[in-house]
């Protein structure tokens, strides 16, 4: 692997070792607000990751094409994603948090970035030839609406502050998870000589933001007790999707360098 990209690597990893510490040691996870230090030491370390992650995969010889084929670890991360984002809308539908319309919509949009998730697991992991997931670009589209959402409901629903730095960096995941979905949609559907760049440039940052910097918050909703409150099921769930589809960048980006078809 190319030194610059295994470096981006280590240094998402090291990003979410400091998330974690900070979760533990220095940000309230409830409510996003910082008890030690400065809120903006959290937003440069996520600038540094997230401009070094573009910066990097954007100058990477890379090859879309590779996605294309037989790949078993994105297989695997895409049906646990799949699972993950059912049960995250079958728990709000038995809680009664899809009543409303803007719950409502995000299962409904659950639903179909699970079935898209499943499809592309079944491509990736199928032992035959490759073929392009069933529904096309058309369901590819659809399964990526649900990031989308996601940023319009952080916006209605959550305070604005910067100091709410959980709240404020899950717009920044929503937005890379859409951004790495877009090019992945592109990459499979829509071949151009330009698409492995863009696709390896999303593809590390959403390894960064959605499952690294994820992954520590995810732990800690299912520490103690909050595993047992039934609130928090739904966040749970939506967070462990969210962490497949950075596990599924990395896969990406990884398979796009070696350049195997």
């Given amino acids: 692997m190319n030194p610059s990209v ?7 990893i090291l990003l979410g070792v400091l998330r974690a510490a900070d979760l533990a040691f220095g940000t309230d996870a409830v409510t996003g607000l910082c008890v030690v230090g400065s809120v903006w030491w959290r937003y440069l370390a996520l600038g540094i990751v997230v ?15 590779a996605v294309r084929s037989r790949r078993p670890l994105a297989g695997i991360l895409a049906f646990v994603g799949a699972v993950c984002f059912l049960a995250a809308a079958g728990a709000q539908i ?31 992991l199928s032992p035959n030839e490759w073929k392009k997931p069933f529904g096309g670009l058309y369901l590819a589209v659809a399964g990526s ?37 877009a090019a992945l949609a592109r990459a ?29 918050y995810v732990l800690v909703l299912m520490s103690g007790l909050s595993w047992a409150a039934p609130a928090v099921w739904p966040e749970i769930f939506a ?15 990884t398979a796009c360098l070696n350049g195997e078809s």
């Fill in 6 to 12: 295994l470096f981006v690597f280590i240094l998402s």
């Fill in 188 to 216: 499979l559907h829509v071949p151009q000589p330009g698409n492995g760049k863009t696709l390896c440039a999303a593809g590390l940052a959403a390894f960064a933001l959605c499952l690294c910097w994820q992954l520590p």
């Fill in 51 to 65: 401009l070094a992650a573009v910066l990097v995969g954007r100058t990477q010889p890379s090859h879309s094409e």
């Fill in 94 to 124: 038995a809680l009664g948090a899809a009543s409303g319309l803007g719950g409502f919509v995000r299962c409904i949009l659950e639903c179909l970035c699970s079935a898209w998730l499943s499809t592309m697991g079944r491509c990736w």
């Fill in 145 to 181: 609406l649900l990031f989308y959402w996601n940023v319009l409901l952080r916006f209605m629903e959550n305070s604005s502050s910067w100091h709410r730095v959980t709240l404020t960096a899950a717009v920044w995941q929503a937005l890379a998870a859409l951004v790495f979905l």
């Fill in 239 to 253: 967070g462990l999707g969210l962490c497949c589809v950075g596990g599924i960048g990395g896969a990406c980006v």
